[in-house]
């Protein structure tokens, strides 16, 4: 790489202000009602009130992904464009801004479809939601690297970040289930919800906005180059720090997304209580309210490469007590669902500093590029999740139904429902170990600090 690639060193590196970092932090509020509700709900809100089989309705769910794969790093590179053409990101942060209506648009299925239409409607809805997504997403996780800030001042401004991100999974978590219905949701309960946290969702993104401009008044970098773009992708294709830490991100986004989806199905027909899934989301979420600082004073102790080791080992032993299910006694099993949730904090806000630690390193033109090719990792995660929990559920005859409906299910649907809770997330989370061991960059990065 040749001089004219790499960035300087900055001469100081600021100290973020809490007022700045709270509006920025905003931003992710309403990005946390897009990765929560969907991931939570939509699958079984397809095959349990649409009448979608489960393998259509994982393949409704994961197609729209595929396209992420290239519309994400797309969105990153027009990012970069904007960067170098305006000074920074804010037309495609405001185009982001229009998520919420896809988001009110996924759930107001017209009452006549079930079946294949109704998930052909799901699926081009969250087409659209997705590249809006990204258009927000991704220049909004550019910013820590177009930064003037070090290695232990990124990590607390996505500490900042994971405590209102958890806000908004903890507070969509528990209201959605609760607008949409309840133990008696119908259509019209899923269009009033989406409806509902689609006016949150908005205000939060654009709080998000205002945050961003104050940063980067507070703390511009003036050293970082205005150019990127394809370049930054090859660049970002080719890292071999970039790629373990992409690629064990994937890992784990996918392990978290099939627990989500994997809720509903667990509480209903394993725990024999569909009321139990706002307090298994409560257990799984709730914990990164408390511990977050912990894993930010651990990060600091240890660095964020051995720190997040642990994480990932906490979340593949939780969901293996899961995988024994009613025996182990509801409290054990909600205790297992908190180690999760421990262990999700950890996952949330360690890769997501170390990002903008290799974009550093990597004396990158093209942090946009970088941070889509990420989101497009975590989408990508956020489809397979759903769709592997799903194929379980048809590989064990898992009969669909529409609302009202309680057909028998038979037993190893049931058994489906429960291994595919506990050890398919068990063993994604072993490779997403194996994978996180070959990136080498943490001690070097704390050091240039």
């Known amino acids: 790489m040749t001089g004219l690639d790499r960035r300087p060193p900055a001469a100081t590196d600021a100290t973020l202000p809490r007022g700045p970092l709270a509006g920025f932090a905003a931003g992710s509020l ?22 979608v089989g489960p393998w259509l309705a994982g393949l409704a769910l994961l ?119 309840g133990d008696a949701a119908t259509r019209g309960g899923y269009q009033r919800m989406g409806v509902v946290l689609a006016v949150g969702m908005l205000a939060a993104m654009l709080v998000g906005v205002a945050g961003i401009a104050r940063l980067r008044g507070v703390a511009s970098d003036s050293t970082a180059p205005s150019h990127g773009g394809w370049r930054a992708l090859r660049t970002a294709l080719r890292d071999k720090q970039f790629r373990p830490l992409v690629a064990a991100y994937l890992a784990m986004s996918t392990t978290t997304h099939l627990v989500l989806a ?58 293996l007590v899961l995988a024994v299910g009613r025996p182990a006694g509801l409290p054990v099993l909600v205790g ?26 990597a004396g990158t033109t093209g942090a946009g590029t970088y941070t889509g090719v990420w989101t497009a990792t975590e989408a990508t995660g956020a489809a397979l999740g759903p769709y592997a929990y799903a194929l379980c559920l048809a590989a064990g ?14 037993d190893a649907a049931l058994a489906a429902v429960r291994y595919g809770f506990g050890l398919l997330p068990a063993a994604a989370m072993l490779a997403a170990v194996l994978l996180q061991r070959r990136y080498t960059l943490d001690a070097t990065a704390r050091a240039a600090t």
């Not at 297992?336 to 949730?341: E, F, S």
Request: proline share 7%; charged share 10%; net charge positive.
């Open 397 to 410: 005859g898992f009969v669909a139904s529409t609302a009202g409906e309680s057909p028998a299910q038979p």
């Open 63 to 181: 197609l729209p992904k595929i396209a992420d794969v290239l519309l994400h790093p797309w969105v990153g590179h027009r990012a970069d464009v904007e960067q170098a053409r305006r000074g920074d990101r804010r037309r495609l942060l405001l185009l982001g801004c229009a998520l919420p209506v896809a988001f009110a648009a996924l759930f107001a299925v017209p009452g006549g479809l079930t079946g294949a239409p109704a998930a052909a409607w799901v699926a081009v809805a969250f087409v659209a939601g997705n590249l809006l997504f990204a258009a927000y997403q991704v220049p909004y996780l550019a910013t820590p690297a177009d930064l003037r800030i070090g290695y232990d001042e990124r990590t607390r401004l996505m500490a900042f970040r994971m405590v209102v991100l958890t806000l908004g999974i903890l507070a969509s978590g528990l209201l959605a289930p609760l607008l949409s219905g």
């Open 262 to 319: 994997g809720v509903p199905y667990y509480a209903e027909y394993e725990l024999r209580a569909p009321a139990l899934t706002t307090v298994l989301v409560a257990a799984f979420v709730a914990p990164a309210l408390l511990v977050t600082p912990a894993w930010l004073a651990l990060a600091r102790r240890i660095g964020k490469q051995r720190a997040l080791l642990g994480a990932q080992g906490a979340f593949a032993a939780g969901s």
């Open 30 to 51: 309403g990005m946390g009602i897009w990765v929560t509700v969907p991931g939570l709900l939509l699958l079984y809100f397809l095959t349990d009130v649409l009448a």
């Open 336 to 361: 297992a669902v908190a180690v999760l949730g421990v262990a999700f904090a950890g996952m949330q806000l360690l890769p997501f500093s170390m990002l903008p630690d290799v974009i550093r390193a």
